[in-house]
């Protein structure tokens, strides 16, 4: 940051000094099956996003249409992995919004809810961190008509446990002495769908990524920075929950508020979905597509939308093994956008425009 004499940022740059990993090397040269196991490793965090991201990105390059069944329990898997995330955020921003007295009433929450979506993830998935049962062609099994069942009636009772929770954050949020306009920036929104990810979305002639030190206007800074910059048409892009509701829900407000206010609109979104799902799903329906793992050489694209954003894969299989992968994940696309949203306000409100963004750096360093 730059600031002047009465301490208002006058540049703001962000960037990651986390160390590259390489997972896109290591998957390259692989059975295509190895990439989503390896891939839902680069975060802690969101490993369902991209264990999903890479199976579509799979599927595309085999040229692979998966059942309905497994399009659904695929939704249904980020759908609850989603809500479970947006707690953790809630419970990570709490010391910004919560006072004291309300504190346990909202970690409670937080709790209740995570527990509740774990679960949900587990038992669809195959298990609530790394999903064993989410494979390329679609996922390894359905799920029993019992467990069907008890997942929509413990989906239900979780509803007035959702909206509690939301209308509390909601509050305390708009309760908060936030400056107006703190980190309202002119970025596009960048974002494929309200719940799942659209394919069709990312037109790779859009795209164009830079390297750092032709990015940020300090050498040093260049040299230091582990991220390569992602831009669409030529110019950094706001993803999130904020820039999904803007674009599918129509809600227009900008900045820090508005980050914090779709993220929890977001939560009662993902668990109507999960449960409209639930309802729908036939759990006597095939879950697996049969394909040839041989591969075409076609450049194989999968786009979820995780909580932090816009989730971008794409795969080459060409005989039988992964030729060419890439991984371009929310807060890569973030990183050029949050420092220049922490411009004109004094810096001491810089931390809580990062917050609202809720970077994720060991998915943008992978
Ligand atoms: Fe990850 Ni840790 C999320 N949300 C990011 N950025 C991945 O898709």
Redesign the pocket.
């Known amino acids: 940051m730059e600031i002047d004499d009465e301490g208002i940022v006058t540049k703001g740059r962000y960037f990651s000094i986390t160390p590259v990993r390489g997972l896109e090397k290591m998957v390259t040269g692989k059975a295509p099956e190895t990439a989503p196991v390896l891939c839902q490793r680069?975060?802690?965090?969101?490993?369902i996003?991209?264990t999903l991201?890479s199976v579509e990105a799979m599927d595309d390059s085999l040229d692979i249409e998966i059942p309905k069944a497994a399009a659904l329990l695929r939704e249904l898997t980020i759908s609850a992995s989603?809500l479970n995330?947006h707690a953790i955020h809630h419970f990570l921003v709490a010391p910004d919004f919560v006072p004291e007295d309300l504190f346990k009433t909202a970690v409670d929450s937080v709790g209740t809810i995570r527990k509740n979506a774990q679960y949900v993830v587990d038992m669809v998935a195959g298990e609530g961190i790394h999903p064993s049962d989410v494979r390329i062609g679609g996922m390894a099994r359905n799920i029993s008509e019992l467990a069907r069942k008890k997942l929509y009636a413990r989906l239900k009772a979780l509803v007035p446990v959702v909206d509690n929770h939301v209308e509390l954050m909601t509050n305390l949020i708009l309760e908060k002495d936030i400056p107006e306009g703190l980190g309202v920036i002119d970025a596009p929104v960048f974002a494929s769908d309200v719940v799942y990810g659209k394919r069709d979305f990312f037109d790779l002639d859009r795209f164009t990524e830079i390297v750092p030190e032709a990015w940020y206007d300090d050498p040093e800074v260049g040299k230091r920075a582990c991220t390569t910059i992602p831009l669409y048409d030529g110019v950094n892009v706001e993803t999130?929950p904020r820039a999904r509701v803007d674009k599918f829900q129509g809600y227009k407000e900008r900045g820090v508020v508005a980050q914090h206010l779709s993220r929890a609109r977001e939560m009662k979104t993902y668990l109507s979905r999960a449960i409209a799902i639930l309802d729908e799903l036939d759990t006597a329906a095939n879950t697996l597509a049969d394909f040839d793992p041989r591969g075409t050489n076609k450049l194989g694209i999968g786009v979820?939308e995780?909580?932090?954003?816009t989730?971008v894969h794409m795969a080459q299989v060409k005989d039988g093994k992964t030729a060419f992968y890439s991984?371009l994940?929310?807060?890569?696309?973030?990183i050029p956008t949050m420092g220049p949203a922490t411009e004109g306000f004094h810096h001491e409100w810089g931390p809580h425009v990062i917050r609202a963004y809720?970077?994720?750096?060991?998915?943008?360093t992978h």
């Open positions: 680069i975060c802690g965090v969101c490993p996003p991209h991201a989603n995330s999130g979820i995780a909580p932090r954003g989730d991984a994940v929310p807060t890569t696309w973030n809720d970077p994720c750096l060991s998915c943008a």
